[in-house]
């Protein structure tokens, strides 16, 4: 399996969320300065839509029938956009602190938010508990909370099964819960575990905990929970890691595979996602040393398949229901104005995917 680049979109400002309609033709995307956009993947062209968060676009989601999307922001607020106007038509308010991600059931009907701020606990600079609800699920047709439930602060994934009976959850420590929404057990998960391999104490600059499991997908199948991150580092501030991915008998929450020595650089992964087909994955992020950003893997045996070097920042990588292209959304740089005018600096890029 092999990728090869066929669109390079720019946008004004970089992207932090990422949705694909089902049928290829356009992709939306959350940004830095709090705008959400619709892009043409053919040629580009973008369009702002009306309402924006008061922060930092995080997330987005698009419902089953490519009428609504939903997007979340720093600004812990939700807003539900009609994607042929353009317009919001419900705001709701998520959480007290930011909504770090998404996500949202395959049958369209709830989304996950998850938030929680690292506040020290005590004088190892352990997480304080959390002041609300670490993750919250919502009715996608009304905006109402149907669900919440405990975690430690900061919870910066989730990811719901193939039937979305199940909920997963992941925070900085390397901590993973999973509950089913069908049981109706009070909160109480059916499954938790702890992977030291994506948390550092630094050392260097600063001393404070740092990394974190920054993406979740199940397996098609439901079987495997995969995640990845940024593993040990002595200082926080360089955001030098190891490139990490875990994969998980999920049930059990025994590890059944990770990256292979050799195979990876440094810098954080922030994104995952499963081929159509179930026996490939992809993982992609920011490069601090090395010679990739993004990455297929084998199902079978975890082996790096094709890798290449965005020399970008990429947030998301999605493939496309018929698992022909893969979109990889994010940002260049640092930008610096020239003139008084910003440069565009927000990416979506189509990546054709040939076996």
Request: charged share 20%.
């Amino acid at each position: 399996m092999k990728l090869t680049l066929g669109h390079d979109h720019k946008l004004p400002t970089g992207v932090l969320g990422l949705a694909i309609a089902s049928d290829a033709a356009r992709a939306f995307a959350t940004c830095a300065d709090g705008t959400v956009h619709s892009v043409d993947l053919a040629d580009g062209k973008a369009e702002a839509f009306e309402e924006r968060h008061g922060s930092f676009a995080s997330g987005c989601v698009l419902l089953p029938d490519g009428q609504t999307l939903i997007s979340g922001g720093y600004d812990g607020q939700l807003l539900w956009h009609d994607t042929a106007t353009r317009r919001c038509r419900l705001r709701v308010r998520a959480h007290a602190f930011w909504s770090w991600q998404l996500a949202l059931s395959p049958d369209g009907q709830r989304l996950a938010s998850t938030t929680g701020q690292y506040v020290a606990g005590g004088w190892r600079y352990e997480p304080a508990a959390e002041t609300e609800p670490s993750v919250k699920v919502f009715d996608t047709l009304t905006g109402r909370a149907v669900a919440e439930f405990a975690h430690t602060p900061p919870v910066l994934s989730s990811a719901f099964s193939p039937e979305g009976r199940y909920l997963a959850a992941a925070n900085m420590l390397g901590e993973v819960r999973v509950w089913d929404l069908w049981s109706g057990d009070d909160g109480k998960p059916v499954a938790r575990w702890t992977s030291p391999d994506f948390t550092s104490w630094g050392t260097t600059k600063t001393h404070h905990y740092c990394g974190g499991i920054y993406a979740l997908a199940f397996s098609p199948d439901g079987n495997v929970l995969l995640g990845c991150g940024m593993g040990p580092m002595g200082d926080p501030m360089a955001g030098n890691g190891k490139m990490t991915w875990q994969r998980w008998d999920w049930r059990k929450g025994e590890k059944i595979d990770q990256i292979k020595d050799g195979q990876h650089g440094s810098g954080l992964m922030e994104s995952v996602a499963w081929h159509p087909d179930g026996a490939h994955f992809v993982m992609a992020g920011r490069q601090a040393q090395g010679t990739w950003n993004a990455a297929l893997f084998s199902a079978t045996d975890g082996a790096l398949l094709h890798s290449l070097d965005t020399k970008k920042r990429i947030t998301h990588a999605r493939f496309t229901a018929d698992g022909r292209s893969l979109i990889l959304a994010g940002a260049n740089g640092q930008p610096q104005r020239k003139d008084g005018v910003w440069p565009a600096w927000g990416r979506v890029q189509v990546y054709q995917v040939e076996t």
